[in-house]
């Protein structure tokens, strides 16, 4: 098989993909950043039509991209490889073009157990080298036999020489498995980023709608501390979402965020409280809770981050409530068991 040739419709770029390459990779390696988060066929992110020649959807997940989709002409640009030259329709990100993707080492600085099962790491980054990326952005750590795992960063860019990132123990992860058994303070780890195409928009004044479930609140973290860094006037309505308790492991610091704001508003929802939760707050699905409170989500802007059915279902009823389609930003977390 030889090089294939894609044109992007409306703009008129044309690239090349080698291969068995993505469209989505192909895009990337030329320069032109089409939206993406997952990389894997789980969140939507990459959703986009051709319009001319045939793809192979390869991993597209049937929950992403259904058969009426299919038949539609949509693909998920990160698994669809182009079985001849194509056009495709999509648009270009804006406002992480010019950042670099870097590979960089960096050492682990601290380790904080923050619930049974999630670790706040803090690295810390290479003096005189500073680290450009977006809140919402994240990094895949580079491990050992050419493995990835995908992090958000959870703390501002203004953090400068530090980032922070939320693991979340998985049964048999990879890494989360090292971080909460084997990690050391000053290990070197290698990472890749920053990544994705899920950030804050900095350039609209719409009030946003944050929700996040488990280790999910990290991008929103790195998103509110920049908005309460620049006394943003954005009213933001942050929900984010635990089975129990203790896995709303930053409760503390988002009710200090909404004692500095005027204009935040946090709400925590617990799906399964147990009676040792001893909780009177809200209860139920995270983004119906959020929901519950703004039925009419039109003029918002909505951040989801967290498990790919909290993100599909957030999607589709938000969209319901009147949110447009280009202001929906997701993050899913995929994991082997998701
Ligand atoms: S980036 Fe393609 S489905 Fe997530």
Avoid at 112 to 117: F, Q, T, Y
Avoid at 229 to 254: F, I, M
Wanted: hydrophobic letters at 45%; proline letters at 5%.
């Amino acid at each position: 098989m030889s090089v294939t040739s894609i044109r992007l419709e409306p703009g008129g770029q044309q690239f090349a993909a080698d291969p068995g390459q993505s469209i989505l990779e192909a895009a990337l390696a030329a320069g032109i950043t089409l939206p993406y988060g997952c990389r894997d066929g789980a969140c939507g992110a990459c959703k986009g039509s051709v319009l001319a020649g045939s793809v192979d959807h390869g991993r597209a997940r049937a929950d992403t991209l259904s058969d009426a989709e299919r038949s539609a002409g949509k693909a998920l640009f990160c698994c669809a490889v182009p079985l001849g030259d194509v056009v495709i329709e999509g648009r270009v990100a804006a406002g992480v073009a010019d950042i670099p993707v870097r590979k960089l080492p960096a050492r682990v600085q601290r380790l904080e157990r923050a619930a049974a099962d999630v670790m706040v790491m803090t690295l810390k980054l290479p003096a005189n080298d500073r680290f450009v990326f977006l809140p919402g952005q994240y990094i895949d750590l580079l491990l050992a036999g050419g493995k990835r795992r995908s992090y958000s960063i959870a703390s501002s860019p203004s953090r400068e020489g530090e980032i922070e990132l939320h693991i979340r123990k998985l049964e048999g992860g990879v890494f989360s498995t090292q971080a909460f058994e084997t990690l050391q303070e000053k290990d070197i780890l290698r990472f890749e980023g920053p990544l994705g195409t899920t950030f804050l928009r900095g350039d609209s004044a719409r009030p946003i709608l944050m929700v996040g479930g488990g280790t999910g609140f990290a991008p929103l973290q790195a998103m509110l501390e920049t908005l309460l860094e620049n006394e943003s006037p954005r009213p933001v309505h942050l929900y984010v979402g635990a089975r129990t308790r203790d896995g709303l492991y930053r409760d503390e610091l988002a009710r200090r965020f909404a004692a500095a704001s005027r204009t935040l508003r946090y709400v925590p929802v617990l799906s399964e409280a147990t009676p040792d939760c001893a909780w009177n707050g809200r209860t139920g699905l995270v983004h119906l809770a959020a929901l519950a409170d703004l039925p009419d989500l039109s003029g918002f802007e909505a951040y989801v981050c967290g498990a790919p059915a909290m993100v599909d279902a957030a999607r589709r009823d938000f969209a319901a409530a009147g949110l447009a389609d280009d202001a929906f930003f997701a993050d899913a977390f995929t994991t082997a068991a998701n």
